[in-house]
């Protein structure tokens, strides 16, 4: 039963000497690994509105919502409900909408400091004001699958006015003819004028 006190005691002695094996967190940054998942934030420039992160969100910390009257969707993430799963970054279409930052204390008494919001503009359906998606979402769309988007006239109106090529008033109207169907439409509008003799 020597073994185990002489064992106790160099350990001790080493801690003295050395020093405890701890973290100086409040005076010194913690070294943080290479795979390490800190709180999330918005790429303004990259995140298309698509609402992806929103919907795989396990917490409900991310939070979207249309304002059909204003043309605006507003994506938040609340990060005091957030646990930092990277569940946003996996499922994000462009890759790099929602990246994880090495950022891990956000110990506040303002709980609106823990909020970060992004705005997309909406895309209305021109016929019954239903909401299409994001405007940038539809762009993003139109530009991966190329010159198969000339095949949809919603991805080719959007594409048209990128390049002022075609108006960006919307025309409402509830009379659907077969004429329409080169309009911003919603899927159920588009029905409509398909089935029009």
Known sequence: MRAPKLRELKEAITAVICGPYTAKFPAAPTPLPETFRGCPRFNKDKCVGCGACANVCPSG????????????????????????????????????GVKQTKEYDLATTDRASLRERVEK???????CGATIGAEDHVR???????????????????AMQDLSLADKAPKPSTDLRRGDRLRVLCPRCRQVTSLIA
């Open 121 to 127: 503009a909406l895309l209305l359906c021109e016929a």
């Open 140 to 158: 993003w769309v139109a530009r991966q699958i190329g010159p198969v988007a000339f095949a949809n006239p919603t991805l080719l109106l959007t």
């Open 61 to 96: 910390a991310l939070q979207m919502d249309d304002d059909v009257p204003a043309r605006l969707r507003r994506l938040t993430i609340h990060l005091d409900r957030c646990i930092f799963c990277g569940q946003c970054q996996a499922n994000c279409l462009t890759k790099e």
